[in-house]
């Protein structure tokens, strides 16, 4: 039997998952690792903890599979995007933590950039925000000096997670990302698929210190035998939500897939046409097979299955998130309660960082059910409102869409999602679509599966949610959520 192994690097922790050549996971291993927070607003990681975290997690896999070196044919990666590091050619040091997704130290930089938001919208197909990566390498590159040190010197080397990992795994013999990453530095022309000159010289960032762009499913190169003590060549790289959309098979124009994690994050397939949304959603490029560009339409939800945790950790109305499903089915409806879980603004479609978290609609006779179960209500109805802005981006009604992440396991939540969506809801047998995705990849390069059709027979339904509500209670009920949306931008 021959095997491939799958580097899934996410925001708190590192996994590595053994595939064998059917997509049947034989071991897997886990880690998580420190995150850091200089000061408000600010969020980094160490990357040796990220690499230590990687090394570790594909040693400890490996053991538990009891997979011999010698069967190993191929390495796939899947990995936070948009977090940013730097490091010295020469060495292969990093000289400064990588700046995480998250990190907001750059928002006053973007707001005194807005003159340029369409622009950069036109180009990128993303909203200019501190939360891509080309604002983060800009701030590095000025305010740190053995950045502009290790430029002059032609030592500095610069990318997002996937190069970093690939360039240290492969001791210093692959600089490369694939189209995903790349769409997601505010600095790749996604129509053109080339680092942008206009763009780079906007961020004043050389674009003679970025990496080769390649497709997502693709020879990038071996691994070092030093290093990892074998060598395999990788050969699937993507995003994280890109490879869960394809870990989902949504290979169709219009498949839809939605990740219920911290966050919400849905991504709909457009194929070959670059949508530029009117209604707050972002465009980037979705995995590639080959180098015909396929394109995506993207919305996030900041505050998903959070909010169960604040439940839980805040709150304590629950002593575990598993929990919330039961508290939410034991009343029949919140009893007028709304929560807009505002906590860091809210996200697509409506883009205000100034809305506020509010609970409205409680009276005395209110418990902790109503709330719970408002909570849950909460993250489908923001679901819903990225949803219908997609419906009116491509013109045209969603029959269906596929779901994994955490929160994806209650069954409260995803029939409610699917009455008020009015939608069927396809949840699959294998959860871990992000790392599905990226193995997927993999195994197209290497031959195991001929076609795109071939997954698919391989990639099962598990469970289909239905919608059972009545179209007036639907209007009602959203109704109401409309009114507590408002309230929360006041």
């Known amino acids: 039997m021959k095997y491939i192994v799958v580097i899934d ?7 590595a998952i053994i595939y064998n050549v059917r997509g049947e996971v034989v ?9 850091i927070y200089p000061q408000p607003g600010y969020v980094e990681h160490d990357p040796i903890d990220i ?24 390495m796939g990666i899947t990995n936070q995007r948009e977090t940013v590091v730097m490091w010295d050619k020469l060495t292969g040091e990093p000289f400064y933590n990588a700046i995480v997704w998250q990190c907001r130290r750059t928002m006053e930089r973007c707001i005194e950039l807005k003159g340029y938001a369409e622009e950069i ?7 200019l925000d501190s939360y891509f990566s080309a604002s983060k390498i800009e701030w590095i590159l000025n305010n740190i000096p053995k950045a502009r040190e290790l430029l002059q010197e032609k030592r ?9 990992l690939m360039w240290q795994l492969s001791g210093g013999k692959i600089y490369k990302t694939d189209y995903t990453n790349a769409s997601r530095t505010m600095l790749f022309n996604i129509h053109h698929l080339v680092w942008d000159d206009y763009l780079c010289n906007l961020f004043q960032v050389p674009k003679e210190i970025l990496p080769e762009v390649c497709p997502s499913s693709h020879y990038y190169g071996m691994t070092d035998a030093e290093i990892l003590g074998f060598e395999i060549p990788i050969c699937g790289v993507a995003g994280d939500q890109q490879s869960a959309l394809f870990g989902q098979c949504c290979f169709e124009k219009g498949d839809l897939k939605v990740t219920y994690g911290t966050g919400c994050f849905l991504l709909m397939n457009t194929k070959e046409e670059a949508l530029v949304s009117k209604n707050g959603l972002v465009t980037s490029l979705g995995c590639q097979t080959n180098q015909m560009p396929s394109y995506v339409l993207e919305g996030s939800v900041f505050v998903g299955g959070a909010v169960i945790q604040w439940l839980r950790d ?24 709304y929560l807009v879980p505002a906590f860091v603004g809210l996200g697509a479609p409506y883009w205000n960082f100034e809305a506020e978290g509010l609970l409205t609609g409680i009276t005395r006779g209110t418990n902790r059910a109503h709330i719970a179960r408002a909570a849950l209500e909460a993250i489908a109805y923001q679901v819903n409102d990225v949803t219908n802005a997609m419906c009116k981006d491509v013109n045209q009604s969603i029959p269906c869409f596929k779901v994994d992440g955490g929160a994806s396991e209650n069954s409260f939540l995803m029939e409610f999602q699917a009455n008020i969506s009015n939608v069927s809801i396809l949840s699959p047998i294998n959860k871990e679509v992000t790392a599905l995705g990226a193995f997927y ?15 698919k027979q391989v990639n099962l339904v598990d469970k289909i949610y239905s919608c059972n509500m009545k179209s007036e209670d639907r209007i009602k009920l959203l109704n109401g959520w409309n009114k507590a949306i ?4 006041l």
């Open 314 to 337: 805040e709150l304590k109305i629950i002593s575990k998130a598993s929990d919330s499903e039961a508290l939410a089915r034991s009343v029949s409806n919140t009893n007028g309660v």
């Open 486 to 489: 408002k309230k929360s931008q």
């Open 156 to 164: 500095l080397l610069v990318g997002t997670i996937d190069t970093y």
């Open 441 to 455: 990849l993999v195994a197209l390069q290497q031959n195991i599966y001929k076609t795109l059709e071939d997954i």
């Open 9 to 15: 690097q996410g925001t708190t922790s590192s996994r």
């Open 121 to 127: 919208l036109k180009r990128t197909g993303l909203k």
């Open 27 to 35: 071991g897997k291993a886990q880690q998580e690792f420190r995150q």
């Open 51 to 74: 690499l230590s975290s990687v090394r570790s997690v594909i040693s400890t896999a490996l053991t538990e599979a009891r997979v011999k070196n010698s069967e190993l044919i191929g």
